[in-house]
Protein backbone atom coordinates (compact mmCIF):
# COMPACT_ATOMS: atom_id res chain seq x y z
CA UNK A 1 0.00 0.00 0.00
CA UNK A 2 1.32 3.29 -1.17
CA UNK A 3 1.46 6.38 1.50
CA UNK A 4 -1.27 7.69 -1.68
CA UNK A 5 -3.13 4.58 -0.88
CA UNK A 6 -3.54 5.32 2.79
CA UNK A 7 -5.00 8.91 2.48
CA UNK A 8 -7.25 9.96 -0.51
CA UNK A 9 -5.51 13.29 -2.39
CA UNK A 10 -6.54 15.77 -0.10
CA UNK A 11 -8.61 18.81 -1.37
CA UNK A 12 -5.59 20.97 -0.51
CA UNK A 13 -3.29 19.30 -2.83
CA UNK A 14 -4.84 21.47 -5.58
CA UNK A 15 -2.89 24.76 -3.89
CA UNK A 16 0.07 26.16 -5.27
CA UNK A 17 2.44 25.07 -1.87
CA UNK A 18 1.39 21.52 -3.47
CA UNK A 19 4.36 21.97 -6.07
CA UNK A 20 6.63 23.00 -3.45
CA UNK A 21 9.76 20.63 -3.17
CA UNK A 22 10.26 21.31 0.11
CA UNK A 23 6.68 20.64 1.61
CA UNK A 24 6.58 17.14 -0.48
CA UNK A 25 9.79 15.73 0.97
CA UNK A 26 8.55 17.22 3.94
CA UNK A 27 5.23 14.77 3.92
CA UNK A 28 7.12 11.62 1.98
CA UNK A 29 9.44 11.91 4.98
CA UNK A 30 6.87 12.04 7.30
CA UNK A 31 4.57 9.24 5.59
CA UNK A 32 7.54 7.01 5.46
CA UNK A 33 8.92 7.77 9.05
CA UNK A 34 5.55 6.88 10.73
CA UNK A 35 5.64 3.47 8.68
CA UNK A 36 9.82 2.94 9.84
CA UNK A 37 9.56 3.97 13.18
CA UNK A 38 6.41 1.10 13.95
CA UNK A 39 8.13 -1.70 11.72
CA UNK A 40 11.70 -0.87 13.72
CA UNK A 41 9.68 -0.48 16.76
CA UNK A 42 10.51 -4.04 16.94
CA UNK A 43 14.29 -3.99 17.51
CA UNK A 44 13.90 -1.19 19.74
CA UNK A 45 14.99 1.15 17.09
CA UNK A 46 13.68 4.31 15.82
CA UNK A 47 14.86 6.29 12.45
CA UNK A 48 17.92 8.01 13.79
CA UNK A 49 19.00 4.87 16.33
CA UNK A 50 18.93 2.66 12.95
CA UNK A 51 20.72 5.25 10.64
CA UNK A 52 23.52 5.44 13.19
CA UNK A 53 23.74 1.59 13.27
CA UNK A 54 23.19 1.41 9.34
CA UNK A 55 26.35 3.52 8.63
CA UNK A 56 28.11 1.68 11.36
CA UNK A 57 27.47 -1.39 10.07
CA UNK A 58 28.83 0.33 6.42
CA UNK A 59 32.50 -0.45 7.07
CA UNK A 60 33.38 3.27 6.56
CA UNK A 61 33.94 3.46 10.06
CA UNK A 62 32.63 6.90 10.44
CA UNK A 63 33.53 9.21 13.38
CA UNK A 64 30.89 10.99 15.79
CA UNK A 65 31.44 13.88 13.90
CA UNK A 66 30.70 12.43 10.32
CA UNK A 67 27.34 10.82 11.65
CA UNK A 68 26.23 14.40 12.61
CA UNK A 69 26.91 15.96 9.46
CA UNK A 70 25.76 13.69 7.37
CA UNK A 71 22.65 12.73 9.35
CA UNK A 72 22.08 16.85 9.69
CA UNK A 73 22.18 16.12 13.86
CA UNK A 74 23.63 18.06 16.63
CA UNK A 75 26.63 16.26 17.83
CA UNK A 76 24.88 16.04 21.53
CA UNK A 77 21.69 14.24 19.56
CA UNK A 78 24.81 11.48 17.88
CA UNK A 79 26.53 10.96 21.64
CA UNK A 80 22.97 10.53 22.78
CA UNK A 81 21.76 7.75 20.24
CA UNK A 82 25.30 5.90 20.10
CA UNK A 83 25.57 6.13 24.03
CA UNK A 84 22.20 3.78 23.88
CA UNK A 85 23.23 2.01 21.12
CA UNK A 86 26.52 1.39 22.52
CA UNK A 87 24.58 0.53 26.30
CA UNK A 88 22.77 -2.08 24.29
CA UNK A 89 25.67 -4.16 23.21
CA UNK A 90 25.11 -2.95 19.32
CA UNK A 91 28.31 -0.58 18.74
CA UNK A 92 31.32 0.72 19.71
CA UNK A 93 33.53 3.73 19.94
CA UNK A 94 37.09 2.78 18.67
CA UNK A 95 40.02 4.77 18.61
CA UNK A 96 40.61 6.25 14.98
CA UNK A 97 42.56 4.63 12.98
CA UNK A 98 43.90 7.54 10.79
CA UNK A 99 43.35 10.28 13.56
CA UNK A 100 43.64 8.81 17.26
CA UNK A 101 41.78 11.44 18.23
CA UNK A 102 38.37 10.84 17.45
CA UNK A 103 36.81 8.51 17.84
CA UNK A 104 35.05 5.95 15.63
CA UNK A 105 31.77 4.26 15.76
CA UNK A 106 31.23 0.22 14.79
CA UNK A 107 28.98 -2.45 14.52
CA UNK A 108 29.75 -5.13 17.23
CA UNK A 109 28.42 -8.81 15.88
CA UNK A 110 24.60 -8.05 17.73
CA UNK A 111 24.71 -4.97 16.21
CA UNK A 112 25.48 -6.55 12.68
CA UNK A 113 22.59 -8.69 13.59
CA UNK A 114 19.86 -6.91 14.27
CA UNK A 115 20.89 -3.91 11.52
CA UNK A 116 20.53 -7.26 9.23
CA UNK A 117 16.73 -7.93 10.87
CA UNK A 118 15.95 -4.07 10.52
CA UNK A 119 17.05 -3.52 7.49
CA UNK A 120 14.45 -6.20 5.52
CA UNK A 121 11.68 -4.71 7.77
CA UNK A 122 13.12 -0.78 6.63
CA UNK A 123 13.07 -2.77 3.08
CA UNK A 124 9.30 -3.63 3.02
CA UNK A 125 8.53 -0.26 4.32
CA UNK A 126 10.47 1.59 1.40
CA UNK A 127 8.11 -0.91 -0.53
CA UNK A 128 5.27 0.16 0.52
CA UNK A 129 6.22 3.71 0.86
CA UNK A 130 6.82 3.94 -3.00
CA UNK A 131 4.72 1.46 -4.55
CA UNK A 132 2.62 4.18 -6.35
CA UNK A 133 6.17 4.08 -7.99
CA UNK A 134 7.00 2.01 -10.98
CA UNK A 135 10.92 0.41 -9.87
CA UNK A 136 12.65 2.35 -12.22
CA UNK A 137 10.57 5.31 -11.23
CA UNK A 138 11.82 4.41 -7.57
CA UNK A 139 15.29 3.92 -9.00
CA UNK A 140 14.91 7.64 -10.78
CA UNK A 141 13.67 9.26 -7.44
CA UNK A 142 16.39 7.68 -5.39
CA UNK A 143 19.41 9.32 -8.39
CA UNK A 144 17.67 12.56 -8.30
CA UNK A 145 17.60 13.15 -4.22
CA UNK A 146 21.12 12.01 -4.66
CA UNK A 147 21.87 14.87 -7.12
CA UNK A 148 19.84 17.02 -5.43
CA UNK A 149 21.96 16.48 -1.97
CA UNK A 150 25.34 16.11 -3.52
CA UNK A 151 25.76 17.11 -7.00
Not at 49 to 67: F, H
Not at 119 to 143: F, G, N, Q, S, V
Amino acid sequence: MSVQDEAAVPRLAEAAIADDVGLLLAKLHAAGSVVNNKALAEFGLRERSYSVLRLACSGLEPTQRELAEFLSLDPSQIVALVDDLEARGLVAREQGRTDRRQKIVLATADGERVHREAYRAIAECEAKTLAALAPDEATALRMLLRKALWG
